[in-house]
């Protein structure tokens, strides 16, 4: 019975802690992964993919740079990175680092599924984000490690609410008088 007890409370302890995790995990990979399938009614693969290429010329300063795949009506694939920054009691900020991601759209008629991967701060070696979320890591910093996970979460929240947005508002007709 004890040892029930103490198994019980491990397994209570272990979802308590699991759910004060913000970012979401890949179930394979165990890395950080955003990804969903939006519907939208009406809209061709072609169009869809036309309006993904409107959003990312509109949004990223370097739209060029940061396509890095672009098959037709198909499948667009972009790698980009944002800062995050260090805020001390007296207000200033610190630029710290990078945070790199890939942001992949793949289109078919009337929906597009997006993932947001390769989630990682820029380091010598590979740091998937997830690290900033684990505790039991010896070397887990909590002075910085929420504050970057907060502007993690808030900055993709951002650039999904922006894509959505974009990709829902149909393409501008072009008008043949000239």
């Known amino acids: ?18 759910q ?27 169009d869809l993919h036309g309006r993904a290429l409107t959003w990312i010329n509109e949004y990223y300063p370097n739209p060029n740079g940061t396509i890095k795949n ?47 991967d390769r989630i990682n701060w820029a380091k010598p070696s590979y740091f998937d984000i997830t690290k900033w979320e684990d505790k039991k890591d010896p070397l887990y910093q909590a002075d910085t ?12 929240d951002e650039l999904i609410g922006a894509f959505t947005a974009g990709l829902s508002r149909p393409a501008k007709a072009k008008s043949s008088d000239w």
Not at 1 to 18: D, G, H, N, R
Not at 23 to 46: D, F, Q, R, T
Not at 70 to 96: H, M, P, S, W, Y
């Open 1 to 18: 019975m004890k040892y029930i007890l103490i198994a019980l409370s491990l397994i209570v302890s272990q979802l308590v802690t699991a």
């Open 20 to 46: 004060d995790n913000k970012i979401p995990v890949n179930k394979e990979s165990g890395l950080a992964e955003y990804a969903a399938v939006v519907n939208v009614a009406g809209a061709s693969a072609a």
């Open 70 to 116: 672009n098959a037709a009506g198909e499948k667009i694939e972009c790698k980009a990175r944002f800062k995050v920054v260090l805020t001390d009691k007296k207000g200033n900020t610190t630029a710290q680092s990078y945070v790199n991601y890939n942001l992949t759209f793949e289109f078919k008629d009337g929906k597009y599924r997006y993932v947001i």
């Open 145 to 156: 490690y929420p504050a970057y996970v907060e502007q993690t979460t808030a900055f993709i």
